[in-house]
């Protein structure tokens, strides 16, 4: 098809689909759309920026239906993915379907942990994740409203369609994919949920999943999700981190005590009660370290090597799991599904107790280890995945890879190469198979907002730079007259609990006889139920840490100060961030320009798109550290971010704010 008449039938389609969900067209979705469709058809990779408000979910999916591609749509978040299947998907495939004369199909694939396990809710007996539901009874409670909803027909057996239980409850009747006996030999696997749910998406034309997934089957270079022409990485600023977290190697006490449980319980024998030990021996000498570093906090964090203390109690571990494993597999006599089944969950829990003690006991210059106290947790992860996705990701399909912030700096270098593309590099010596990582484009389709007249970005020079102890006492007193000027209205983003702690405290004496509703996050908290209570009522005020900086959709009177307590470099005692800025460092470049400020320029990016979300959107963006406009890496912060009026006249500021709440208050919002 020619370029004229596929940019034709596209943007034909996509006026289709827009009149379908009730909007109305925009250049930059037009532009993507085009860019989108070029390069599905001429077998090349994609990098684009959609800013906010360009519908880029469209023009994304629109021509890749029109080429008649199988893509496969991996998201970063639940709300995207639920945005996808549940809201943009039912509504744009009849109109694709007339528009393109052919059924226009979709699905959802997550992991197998997502889903109900028919044959371990049937089995009579417990095992270690069913023991606690017994001696609780509001979880028995909960696992009985769980199994009668399981067995209702027409269910999906999806977490997050289930009713909502406690997480021991759900890991009770359910199974991770290495403890999954698999579809043929179960007795159960004619309905799988998960089984069928992955059915659906082997024929469909848009399977939406998740970033964590597509990243694990990357890495493992083992097929989990459908076959597919095409991938697109949306949240794409995001992929390299969740590429990170997947691949993540964790050891705990408890996951190797339920592993020997398990087996002890299967197969009672001397190699199982040597596992028992060995998890036994490893609990301690982990309480033993853990009490070390109470007493000692250097001991703990990013750890060179591993602790004397534990190599052994580790190695005694790895060998024991091990033998289970190899008993396992020499008894393969089994004929009884159910037997079967948990022999496979046995085996599975056993495994992969032994790969992560053997990785431990292998660190390489490419790893970074560390102890996290609150969770007694050794943690093992790669330094770069870069060169594992470019080779495992970028060869194999078209990648699109769209968000609203993928420059830093007006430049898409940063997160072009941590997702594996060839950037301002030869690879001559290498002529790969299949698609070149090098033969990627770049595009930036801008906003259809106006940022400069819809929001100003207030950059005060006065304030203190911020120290190690949360904000500064000049900080908190800027951010209750904002609040205050604004009537509420205001979500505050800070880079830690510290700092959301003092703001609660600050906030709560300071306007205490405005009596504004304060809605304070806390460790723990899910995000959704705090902001729809921050959208229904306009004049309350959320104050929460990194996890609302990104994803927060509240358009309208709710929404009309954004403020930031400092910017978001990553924390000195970040293993992996600091272990990759060290390693650049030591190799005679610059780990800040190379990690921190890449990274705090992205969700800085983030953080201040919360604050213009329509057309009709007005608002301030306030940052409290004076950092931004006196250093010079300031500058590469600012041109990251919308394009808002800047201004560092704080009564211009407070009376913009007073004039939006006065005209707001009038309407009633």
């Not at 006026?15 to 090349?44: F, T, Y």
């Not at 008649?68 to 943009?88: M, N, S």
């Not at 998740?210 to 990243?215: I, P, R």
Request: include cysteine.
């Amino acid at each position: 098809m020619k370029e004229a008449e596929l940019h034709a039938k596209v943007e034909s389609a996509l006026a289709a689909a827009v009149a379908a969900i009730g909007g109305r067209p925009r250049p930059g979705q037009i532009e993507m759309a085009k860019a989108v469709a070029n390069a599905l058809s001429d077998k090349h990779h994609l990098l684009v920026q959609a800013g906010t408000g360009t519908g880029k979910s469209l023009a994304y999916l629109v021509p890749s239906l029109v080429n008649g591609e199988r893509v496969l749509v991996a998201t970063a978040t639940l709300a995207l993915q639920r945005q996808l299947v549940e809201r943009d998907l039912p509504k744009i495939a009849p109109a694709l379907s007339k528009e393109l004369g052919r059924e226009i199909t979709y699905a959802i694939y997550k992991g197998v942990g997502n889903y109900l396990c028919r044959q371990k809710m049937s089995t009579g007996e417990g095992d270690p994740d069913g023991d606690a539901l017994f001696e609780v009874s509001t979880l028995e409670k909960q696992a009985k409203k769980l199994r009668e909803w399981a067995d209702t027909p027409g269910v999906s057996g999806d977490r997050d369609d289930a009713p909502e239980v406690d997480r021991r409850v759900w890991f009770a009747n359910s199974v991770s994919g290495r403890e999954c006996i698999g579809k043929d030999e179960c007795i159960f696997g004619s309905e799988c949920f998960s089984a069928l749910a992955k059915e659906r998406a082997q024929s469909a034309d848009v399977v939406v999943t998740n970033h964590t997934l597509l990243a694990i089957e990357i890495v493992e270079s083992h097929p989990i999700l459908p076959e597919r022409d095409a991938i697109i990485l949306d949240e794409a600023h995001e992929f390299m981190d969740r590429t990170t977290q997947a691949v993540t190697e964790e050891l705990t006490s408890s996951r190797v005590i339920r592993a020997a449980k398990m087996a002890s319980k299967f197969m009672p024998s001397k190699a199982a009660i040597a596992f028992e030990r060995a998890a036994e021996d490893f609990h301690a000498a982990l309480e033993d370290f853990a009490e070390d570093v109470r007493r000692d906090p250097s001991k703990g964090g990013r750890l060179a090597d591993l602790p004397a203390q534990l190599e052994a109690p580790i190695r005694k571990v790895k060998d024991a799991s091990a033998a289970v494993v190899a008993l396992i597999n020499a008894d393969s006599d089994l004929t009884d599904g159910d037997e079967m089944a948990e022999r496979a969950r046995v085996k599975g829990a056993t495994n992969e107790v032994a790969t992560t003690a053997t990785k431990m006991l292998r660190q390489s210059n490419g790893q970074v280890m560390w102890y996290e106290p609150t969770f007694a947790t050794l943690y093992l992860a790669p330094l770069d995945v870069s060169a594992v996705l470019r080779k495992n990701l970028l060869t194999q399909t078209p990648v699109i890879a769209t968000s609203a912030t993928l420059s830093v700096g007006k430049s898409f270098d940063s997160i072009a190469a941590s997702i594996g593309f060839v950037v301002g590099e030869s690879e001559e010596d290498e002529s790969p198979e299949g698609i070149d990582p090098a033969n990627v484009q770049m595009l930036d389709v801008g906003s259809p907002f106006d940022f400069a007249n819809q929001g100003m970005l207030y950059l005060p020079r006065h304030i203190p730079e911020p120290g190690r102890d949360g904000p500064s006492k000049e900080a908190l007193t800027e951010l209750g007259e904002l609040i205050e000027a604004a009537g509420g209205r205001t979500l505050a983003l800070f880079s830690s609990w510290r700092g959301v702690d003092a703001a609660d405290e600050h906030l709560r004496r300071v306007l205490a006889d405005l009596k504004l509703p304060i809605i304070t996050q806390r460790k723990g908290d899910a995000v959704g139920p705090l902001v729809d209570r921050f959208a229904k009522n306009p004049q309350s005020i959320l104050l929460g840490t990194i996890s609302l900086w990104q994803g927060i959709d509240v358009p309208g009177p709710s929404c009309v100060l954004v403020a930031i307590d400092r910017i978001p470099f990553p924390r000195p005692d970040e293993p992996v961030m600091a272990a990759r800025t060290a390693e650049i460092d030591e190799a005679g470049g610059s780990g800040f320009m190379k990690i921190s400020l890449p990274r705090a320029a992205l969700l800085l990016s983030q953080g201040t798109g919360r604050l213009i979300r329509s057309m009709d959107d007005r608002g301030v963006v306030a940052i409290l550290d004076s950092r931004i406009v006196t250093k010079k890496y300031g500058a590469t912060l600012l041109n990251s971010m919308p394009p808002f009026w800047r201004t560092g006249d704080k009564s211009v500021v407070i009376e913009s704010l007073k004039r939006l709440d006065a005209q707001f208050s009038e309407k009633g919002e």
